[in-house]
């Protein structure tokens, strides 16, 4: 029997953390947690100490909030009262909640503070949600850093470090579990000695040189990342060789929904690991990761500039807005109109990075399959040399 996320909660719910100590499904749960729309409910750093419970915000007249999302709206509002029912979750306190959202900086930015009952803490970082400027600014994090929500990330975690009492969790999804090991990397040795462990729920990666920093080095042992099969987003740009593989629903992007991660039954606090990524997704990774490389980061963050102005000029402001076939065919068109409105030179540019990145998907797929077929070859070729080498003899 394969768990899920939902089933996880229902069937630990009545578990304590002394009866199963805080785990990584439990990391996810809260990762999940954080694309509600806290921002109505949850209290800011400056507003109190206490923060708020589910069962306080289950009574709010503003309830209906939590699920605006409508994508996820299935899946969100059946984890929020699956938590709040649970004796694992129910009780669990949400505070210093903040939440940026500015198309000027291009910035995406959500994350909030968890305690538990039994002072188990734990800052979670909401990775990309439904606001487009988030995906803007997660294309902008492959050519250039710091963006505004990594900086922000360690003004963030330094602040509330400073509020929390004894050790503490940090972690992410997506975008956030990049953020989450950003900010960790960058704060005070006086903070990182108390973080007990940093979650990357298939977060992306880092330029190589992160890695060599001190403050990364510092740390770098207490991360626990892992990366479903067909992994996208999580192995966007570098990324280490310690990280888990899981097994996950679905393809492409429906893996990189928490929702859909396989979990085992037996452990039933683990999840179900495979032995290498999918194939046809770690060719495109590296092709993509080759693409960052080749392509020069302004004129990259030009093109990324141009074709968001024309996604939101074409009437799409919120990944909601692309919610079913109707409106997906409207923007598609508004979109190609706003396109041969461009001018010419701008035009150029994103034809240019586009042929770049066929270039490079022909060049890095050929090696891969001449790499995979190199063996076969040389071994059919010394059977067809034995074989001939053969009859010579017995004649």
């Given amino acids: 029997m394969i768990l899920k996320l939902l089933d996880y909660i229902e069937i630990n719910g009545d578990k304590t953390f002394d009866d199963m100590p805080f785990n990584k499904v439990d990391s996810l749960v809260l990762t999940a947690m954080s694309y509600l729309k806290f921002d109505r409910h949850v209290p800011a750093k400056e ?6 419970t589910l069962k306080e915000i289950s009574q709010s007249e503003e309830l209906d909030y939590l699920f605006k999302d409508e994508r ?8 929020f009262y699956a938590l709040l029912k649970s004796k694992r979750f129910g009780n669990l306190r949400l505070r210093d909640f903040l939440d940026i959202i500015d198309d000027g900086m291009a910035v ?5 503070t968890v305690i538990f009952e039994n002072g188990l803490t734990y800052v979670c970082f909401r990775g990309t949600d439904d606001n ?8 902008n994090m492959m050519f250039k850093g710091p963006v505004p929500a990594q900086t922000m990330s360690l003004v963030y975690l330094e602040a ?3 509020r929390i009492e004894g050790d503490f969790f940090v972690g992410g999804h997506s975008k956030g579990g990049n953020l989450a090991i950003f900010s960790s990397s960058n704060a005070g040795p006086d903070i990182q000695n108390r973080i007990v462990k940093i979650f990357s729920h298939d977060g992306p990666g880092f330029a190589p040189e992160f890695y060599k920093s001190s403050g990364y080095e510092n740390i770098s042992h207490k991360i626990e990342k892992q990366v479903p099969k067909s992994s996208i987003f999580g192995l966007w740009l570098f990324t280490p060789s310690n990280y888990d593989i899981i097994l996950s629903d679905g393809e492409g992007q429906k893996q990189h929904n928490p929702f859909n991660w396989y979990i085992d039954s037996k452990s039933q606090n683990d999840f179900i690991y495979a032995d290498s990524l999918d194939e046809t997704y770690e060719i495109k990774n590296r092709i993509f990761n080759e693409w960052v490389n080749e392509t020069s980061s302004d004129e990259a963050c030009e ?3 141009i074709i968001f102005t024309l996604i939101e000029n074409s009437g799409v402001k919120n990944m909601n807005d692309l919610n079913g076939i109707d409106h997906i065919v409207s923007a598609m068109k508004n979109f190609i109109h706003e396109y041969h409105e461009l001018d010419a030179s701008k035009k150029t540019k994103i034809i240019e990075v586009i042929a770049l990145y066929s270039e490079i998907k022909t ?3 050929q090696k891969h399959y001449e790499a995979k077929y190199r063996h076969f070859f040389e071994t059919l070729k010394s059977d067809v040399q034995n074989s001939i080498t053969g009859k010579k003899n017995r004649n």
Avoid at 132 to 139: A, I
């Fill in 47 to 52: 507003e109190n100490l206490i923060g708020i």
């Fill in 72 to 79: 996820m709206r299935s899946l969100n509002e059946p984890l």
């Fill in 108 to 112: 995406q930015f959500c994350a909030m």
């Fill in 132 to 139: 487009l400027v988030g995906w803007r600014e997660d294309f």
């Fill in 160 to 162: 509330v470090a400073n």
């Fill in 303 to 305: 093109v990324i500039d």
């Fill in 363 to 365: 060049r890095e797929s």
